[in-house]
């Protein structure tokens, strides 16, 4: 196995993790098979528990693993599908150690955190770079080591020895060293300033790990005079210096690594030159360079708890991006906190309340994303109406589902106290309910997650059209409460379908309203699949039907079974 190891300096935040993944990006095009791991030093033992605006969106695997957000930009840039494995934290790696200590696997050893920890970090980075997540049989050829923080940083340090340990043993032409850091300009001087990377190349050198290649991130590109004295002070080659300078969107980054031989470099190092194809990213070029030459706009209203912090609905903003695209179009996202819509806002804040009904009501379509928690939940079913009363494409995932039923409920069934139980305990009608197998005393995996079967109950239904009249979908979940299955019957009388059940036929998965031109609910998560040239099926129709071209599609792409 050959490993590329992707690390950090000076500040976070700096890319890595879409770095790491435009590395896998270009080596896929010459040819080779690439699998990818985050290395997160915290002591969760994943991502799940963790608050979307400290740590952006949880993004959820087909095996549901709840991991960082930056597995979703490899699957994304590589067209894979990672395990909770490929995610390792200090959390997993300490109770793997400590499990096999009370278990008296060490035999009276003292356990420490050399060797005993590090041994653990090393054979699960070595175990997992050789299961494949590309479909095919047998392990890859390279495997992407994004090791998360900044060096110099307390809690990665027994990963920076067990990865120094890991490249000494499999030798230097099986490992390579990429050090992305931060080039900063003074604003007084206007100087590309060197020394940061230095000193953060000087402290990898401290902990026995020399970079071969230097990531360089910075507003402008580089000059000649700056490399030639990160080079000579950092000890790596002027050739292996790459600058990541800032681009309109990050597609352009494997172009940027390719522009400057970066795939060349990797190869050598790890004498893959023999066996690489020459380099082909022309379709990634074409997408990239379709994207800078769009011109028109569809303005999507995302109606959200977390809209403070965009990557909270990192992945839904991204297959918003994928069927925009598609469209030709590019996404204009108009971010509006739930709570502003909601009528004590109004005697509060009247000015925030009032923007965000006129920024809803210029929207072509609404969108009311996952979320957990009854703040906003009151402005979520004030859209939901709104775009349910007004012929507006609705698209509701998850939570946004459940919020559809709750207002549709409340509306049309009269059913004013109609509620979640995750909202109101007591409410007489309970519409949306706790999932039974769930717990309430653990928080920690214990949600239903990652892939289930969907199956359509009717081929007539849009959903069904836009995945192709398939009589089924696998998509990605992540919820602890269902639409309460004793109340399907009123709610479809009423007019409300759901065309979407699991194999069981009580668990509702997806809703539609026929009399609207799109209103759609989903209890799963369809962003967590969607892929550039690849959009998720839902999300492109969406977009389709705010920009009146759903019928046409729908018309000129005959279903196939």
């Not at 139980?421 to 005393?441: A, I, K, L, Y």
């Not at 639409?483 to 379908?497: F, H, Q, R």
Request: charged share 20%; proline share 5%; net charge negative.
């Amino acid at each position: 196995m050959k490993y590329v190891l992707v690390t950090g300096g000076v500040v976070s935040g700096l890319g890595k993790g879409v770095t790491a993944s435009s590395i896998g990006v270009v080596l896929k095009a010459c040819g080779l098979r690439v699998t990818s791991i985050k290395i997160d030093p915290y002591l969760n033992i994943d991502a799940g528990t963790m608050s979307p605006f400290e740590h952006g969106e949880v993004f959820v695997l087909d095996d549901g693993g709840e991991v960082d957000l930056d597995l979703g930009n490899y699957e994304r840039f590589l067209d894979v599908a990672l395990t909770r494995d490929n995610n390792i934290t200090t959390g997993k790696i300490y109770q793997s150690v400590l499990d096999k200590e009370r278990r008296g696997d060490y035999l009276g050893e003292t356990v420490q955190v050399v060797p005993h920890i590090t041994d653990a970090i090393k054979t699960w980075v070595e175990s997992v770079s050789l299961m494949p997540v590309d479909g095919k049989e047998g392990p890859a050829d390279v495997c992407v080591i994004e090791l998360g923080g900044t060096v110099g940083d307390m809690e990665s340090r027994p990963f920076i020895e067990a990865l120094r340990q890991l490249s000494f043993s499999v030798g230097q032409e099986n490992f390579c060293l990429i050090h992305v850091s931060l080039i900063p300009v003074l604003g007084v001087v206007g100087e590309q300033k060197t020394k940061p990377t230095q000193h953060s190349v000087q402290d990898l050198r401290e902990y026995g790990l020399t970079p071969h290649l230097l990531a360089c991130r910075s507003a402008q590109p580089l000059l000649e005079n700056t490399k030639e004295k990160l080079s000579q002070f950092c000890h790596v080659a002027a050739g292996n210096i790459l600058n990541i300078h800032d681009v309109p969107n990050i597609w352009h980054i494997p172009l940027l690594l390719r522009n400057q031989n970066a795939h060349h470099s990797i190869l050598q190092q790890l004498n893959l030159l023999s066996i690489a194809m020459p380099l082909d990213l022309r379709d990634w070029t074409k997408m990239a360079e379709t994207y800078d030459n769009l011109t028109n706009s569809v303005r999507i209203a995302m109606v959200g708890k977390y809209v403070g912090f965009t990557d909270s609905y990192l992945s839904v903003v991204k297959a918003l991006l994928h069927a925009c695209v598609a469209c030709s179009l590019k996404p204009s996202i108009d971010w509006i906190a739930a709570s502003d819509l909601e009528d004590d806002t109004a005697e509060l804040t009247p000015e925030a309340h009032a923007a965000a009904w006129e920024t809803l009501k210029n929207a072509a379509c609404v969108l009311v994303p996952g979320g957990f928690g009854d703040r906003g939940v009151k402005g979520m079913i004030l859209a939901a109406k709104y775009a349910r009363e007004n012929n507006v494409p609705y698209l509701g995932i998850c939570l946004g589902m459940q919020i559809s039923v709750i207002e549709f409920a409340r509306s049309v069934l009269s059913l004013e106290r109609a509620d979640s139980t995750e909202f109101d305990e007591h409410t007489p009608n309970p519409v949306v309910v706790f999932m039974p197998e769930g717990s309430r005393t653990h928080m920690g995996s214990t949600m239903r997650l990652g892939s289930r079967r969907t199956l359509f109950q009717t081929p007539e239904c849009i959903t069904s059209k836009l995945y192709h009249n398939s009589e089924h979908v696998d998509e990605r979940h992540r919820h602890r409460y269902e639409v309460n299955p004793d109340v399907i019957g009123i709610l479809e009388e009423a007019g409300l379908k759901f065309v979407g059940k699991n194999d069981s036929g009580r668990r509702m998965e997806i809703l539609e309203l026929p009399s609207h031109p799109f209103y759609v609910g989903v209890q799963f998560h369809p962003e967590f699949k969607s892929r550039p040239g690849k959009p998720s099926a839902l999300f492109l129709g969406l977009i389709l039907a705010a920009t009146g071209q759903l019928e046409t599609y729908l018309d000129q792409h005959p279903n196939t079974s």
